[in-house]
C-alpha cells in the first residue's frame, strides 16, 4: 500500500510516544468517557501501527480522529512533546481525501466561509427569521452577556428540536456586521499621545457577525492609546474549522486570500480579538497548510506580525502599572476563562490576567479549572451531549468563584460558556475583555 502523504510528515511524531499514559489523566474526552481509542496514547499506536498500511482508517476510524477537541492539554504533558493535532488533522486530511467531507460540512466550508459576500448574505437571511426562537431573559439590573450591544439577545432552540441541539443558548445575529457599521481607516483620538503605530485589525467570522461591539471596543480601545488600527473589509474567516475537519486544500485557499488582503496593508503588526483566529494565524497556517518550504515561510512572517489584543495592550503598556480602568459597574467581581487557543496554542496566559489584577484588584478571582470549557468548534456540533459533560467541570469552577462576570478573549468559548452558564441558571456573565476595560487618560493620571 502507499503510504499516506500527510500521516508520513509527522511520522516520527507518532513513533515518538513512549506510552507514558501521562495524556490520559489531562484528556478532557477521556475524563468522561474513560475509553483509551480517544486519548493520545491510543491514537498515536493506531497510526504507527497503520502508517504504511492504511486501508483501515477508512474504514471505521473516523470517529477516533474526530472526537478530539485539540486542545493541545496532552500536548503540554508530553515528556516527548508529541504534537496531537498535527497527527490529528493529518488523519483527517487522509478521511477527507478518501471519503469526502459530509454535506453538512462541504457546503458551508467551499460555498460559504470560503465567500465572505454570500456568507454575510446568508446570515442577514438567517437573522430575519431568529425572533422565531424565544429569547433568553436575562436577569434585571445585571451586566448582560453582550453589554454593548443593546439589541443583543441570547435566543434558545426549544427542546422540541431535540433533534437539533434542543435546550442550546445561542446569541442572536447581530442586525448588521462589523464590516456594514465600521470605516476601514481608524485613527488615534485627539489629544493622545500618537504612539506612531499602525496596526491591521483581524476580526475573525464570530465578531463580524454576532459580536460586532466587541470589535469596535477593541478598535476604540485602541484609538484611545495612540494606536491607529486598518480595518481591512475584503478580508475573509482564518479557516480554523476547515483545516480542522481536514479540507487543507480549501483553508489554504482562505489563508492565501488573507495573506493578499493583508499584504496591501502598509502595518506593523496585525492584532486579533479572537484567540482561535490568533492561533490560526500564528500557528494554523504554518503548521498544517503550506505546499512548500516558499509557502511555509510566508505564513511564518505573517503568523510572526500577529497579536492577541491581550499582547499589545501589555506590550503598549510603557508605563507601570498598567494604566487600564474597569468600564464595568462599581465593584464587579470578574474570573477570567483560558481559551486553549490563547494558552496552550500561542502560550498567552500571564498577559491578561497582568491586565485584569491591575484592572480589578481583589476582584479578580482565579478560578480553579483552567482546562477546556468543551467548544472545540465543530466537536460542539457532532458531540454536543460530550462537550456539555465537558462544560460541566468548568461551569462548577465558575460557580466557586462567586463572582460576577467571566472574562474571556475568545468569541468561540464566549458563545459555549453562555450556553452552558444559562442552562445551568448561574448568575455569571460572559464579556470580553476589550468591552470590560478602557485606558485612563493622560490628563486623568
Same mark, same amino acid.
Given at each position: 500500500?502507499?503510504?499516506?502523504?500527510?500521516?508520513?510528515?509527522?511520522?516520527?511524531?507518532?513513533?515518538?510516544?513512549?506510552?507514558?499514559?501521562?495524556?490520559?489523566?489531562?484528556?478532557?474526552?477521556?475524563?468522561?468517557?474513560?475509553?483509551?481509542?480517544?486519548?493520545?496514547?491510543?491514537?498515536?499506536?493506531?497510526?504507527?501501527?497503520? /502508517?504504511?498500511?492504511?486501508?483501515?482508517?477508512?474504514?471505521?476510524?473516523?470517529?477516533?480522529?474526530?472526537?478530539?477537541?485539540?486542545?493541545?492539554?496532552?500536548?503540554?504533558?508530553?515528556?516527548?512533546?508529541?504534537?496531537?493535532?498535527?497527527?490529528?488533522?493529518?488523519?483527517?486530511?487522509?478521511?477527507?481525501?478518501?471519503?469526502?467531507?459530509?454535506?453538512?460540512?462541504?457546503?458551508?466550508?467551499?460555498?460559504?466561509?470560503?465567500?465572505?459576500?454570500?456568507?454575510?448574505?446568508?446570515?442577514?437571511?438567517?437573522?430575519?427569521?431568529?425572533?422565531?426562537?424565544?429569547?433568553?431573559?436575562?436577569?434585571?439590573?445585571?451586566?448582560? @452577556?453582550?453589554?454593548?450591544?443593546?439589541?443583543?439577545? /441570547?435566543?434558545?432552540?426549544?427542546?422540541?428540536?431535540?433533534?437539533?441541539?434542543?435546550?442550546?443558548?445561542?446569541?442572536?445575529?447581530?442586525?448588521?456586521?462589523?464590516?456594514?457599521?465600521?470605516?476601514?481607516?481608524? &485613527?488615534?483620538?485627539?489629544?493622545?499621545?500618537?504612539?506612531?503605530? &499602525?496596526?491591521?485589525?483581524?476580526?475573525?467570522?464570530?465578531?463580524?457577525?454576532?459580536?460586532?461591539?466587541?470589535?469596535?471596543?477593541?478598535?476604540?480601545?485602541?484609538?484611545?492609546?495612540?494606536?491607529?488600527?486598518?480595518? +481591512?473589509?475584503?478580508?475573509?474567516?482564518?479557516?480554523?474549522?476547515?483545516?480542522?475537519?481536514?479540507?487543507?486544500?480549501?483553508?489554504?485557499?482562505?489563508?492565501?486570500?488573507?495573506?493578499?488582503?493583508?499584504? $496591501?496593508?502598509?502595518?506593523?503588526?496585525?492584532?486579533?480579538?479572537?484567540?482561535?483566529?490568533?492561533?490560526?494565524?500564528?500557528?494554523?497556517?504554518?503548521?498544517?497548510?503550506?505546499?512548500?518550504?516558499?509557502?511555509?515561510?510566508?505564513?511564518?512572517?505573517?503568523?510572526?506580525?500577529?497579536?492577541?489584543?491581550?499582547?499589545?495592550?501589555?506590550?503598549?503598556?510603557?508605563?507601570?502599572?498598567?494604566?487600564? &480602568?474597569?468600564?464595568?459597574?462599581?465593584?464587579? &467581581?470578574?474570573?477570567?476563562?483560558? +481559551?486553549? @487557543?490563547?494558552?496552550?496554542?500561542?502560550?498567552? /496566559?500571564?498577559?491578561?490576567?497582568?491586565?485584569?489584577?491591575?484592572?480589578?484588584?481583589?476582584?479578580?478571582?482565579?478560578?480553579?479549572?483552567?482546562?477546556?470549557? !468543551?467548544? !472545540?468548534?465543530?466537536?460542539?456540533?457532532?458531540?454536543?451531549?460530550?462537550?456539555?459533560?465537558?462544560?460541566?467541570?468548568?461551569?462548577?469552577?465558575?460557580?466557586?468563584?462567586?463572582?460576577?462576570?467571566?472574562?474571556?478573549?475568545? +468569541?468561540?468559548?464566549?458563545?459555549?460558556?453562555?450556553?452552558?452558564?444559562?442552562?445551568?441558571?448561574? #448568575? $455569571?456573565?460572559?464579556?470580553?475583555?476589550?468591552?470590560?476595560?478602557? #485606558?485612563?487618560?493622560?490628563?486623568?493620571?
Amino acid at each position: 500500500m502507499a503510504a499516506l502523504k500527510e500521516i508520513d510528515l509527522v511520522r516520527e511524531q507518532a513513533e515518538k510516544c513512549v506510552r507514558c499514559g501521562l495524556c490520559l489523566t489531562v484528556c478532557p474526552v477521556y475524563a468522561e468517557e474513560q475509553d483509551e481509542k480517544y486519548v493520545a496514547r491510543g491514537r498515536n499506536r493506531l497510526l504507527s501501527e497503520i /502508517i504504511d498500511n492504511h486501508e483501515d482508517l477508512k474504514t471505521g476510524l473516523k470517529d477516533r480522529f474526530s472526537k478530539c477537541l485539540l486542545c493541545r492539554r496532552c500536548t503540554m504533558v508530553c515528556p516527548e512533546g508529541i504534537r496531537t493535532d498535527l497527527l490529528n488533522i493529518a488523519a483527517r486530511a487522509e478521511l477527507v481525501k478518501g471519503d469526502g467531507l459530509p454535506v453538512y460540512k462541504s457546503l458551508p466550508f467551499r460555498k460559504v466561509l470560503n465567500n465572505r459576500k454570500l456568507m454575510r448574505k446568508a446570515l442577514k437571511v438567517a437573522s430575519k427569521f431568529q425572533w422565531l426562537l424565544p429569547a433568553t431573559k436575562e436577569p434585571e439590573n445585571t451586566i448582560h @452577556h453582550i453589554p454593548l450591544q443593546t439589541e443583543g439577545k /441570547i435566543r434558545h432552540l426549544p427542546m422540541v428540536l431535540a433533534g437539533l441541539d434542543g435546550g442550546r443558548q445561542l446569541p442572536s445575529i447581530a442586525k448588521r456586521s462589523l464590516s456594514e457599521d465600521m470605516p476601514e481607516l481608524h &485613527r488615534p483620538v485627539a489629544d493622545v499621545k500618537n504612539r506612531n503605530l &499602525r496596526v491591521a485589525y483581524f476580526s475573525g467570522c464570530a465578531t463580524e457577525f454576532i459580536f460586532p461591539e466587541v470589535g469596535k471596543a477593541l478598535i476604540m480601545v485602541l484609538n484611545k492609546l495612540g494606536v491607529e488600527v486598518v480595518f +481591512p473589509k475584503e478580508q475573509g474567516c482564518c479557516g480554523i474549522s476547515v483545516f480542522a475537519s481536514g479540507d487543507l486544500d480549501t483553508a489554504r485557499e482562505m489563508a492565501r486570500h488573507n495573506l493578499d488582503v493583508f499584504s $496591501q496593508v502598509d502595518a506593523d503588526l496585525i492584532i486579533t480579538g479572537c484567540a482561535t483566529c490568533g492561533s490560526a494565524l500564528k500557528d494554523g497556517w504554518t503548521s498544517y497548510l503550506p505546499k512548500n518550504e516558499e509557502e511555509r515561510k510566508e505564513f511564518e512572517t505573517f503568523g510572526a506580525k500577529v497579536r492577541d489584543i491581550s499582547e499589545l495592550l501589555v506590550e503598549l503598556a510603557d508605563f507601570k502599572p498598567l494604566r487600564y &480602568r474597569s468600564i464595568l459597574p462599581e465593584n464587579t &467581581r470578574v474570573t477570567y476563562h483560558d +481559551p486553549c @487557543h490563547l494558552a496552550r496554542y500561542q502560550g498567552v /496566559i500571564d498577559q491578561p490576567r497582568k491586565i485584569l489584577k491591575q484592572v480589578f484588584g481583589n476582584n479578580f478571582v482565579e478560578m480553579d479549572n483552567n482546562g477546556c470549557c !468543551g467548544m !472545540g468548534g465543530s466537536f460542539n456540533v457532532e458531540y454536543y451531549e460530550l462537550s456539555k459533560k465537558i462544560a460541566k467541570k468548568k461551569i462548577d469552577s465558575i460557580a466557586k468563584t462567586n463572582t460576577d462576570v467571566v472574562i474571556n478573549t475568545c +468569541p468561540g468559548c464566549m458563545i459555549q460558556l453562555i450556553d452552558n452558564i444559562e442552562r445551568h441558571h448561574l #448568575p $455569571q456573565r460572559v464579556v470580553h475583555m476589550v468591552e470590560a476595560i478602557e #485606558p485612563i487618560p493622560d490628563s486623568e493620571v
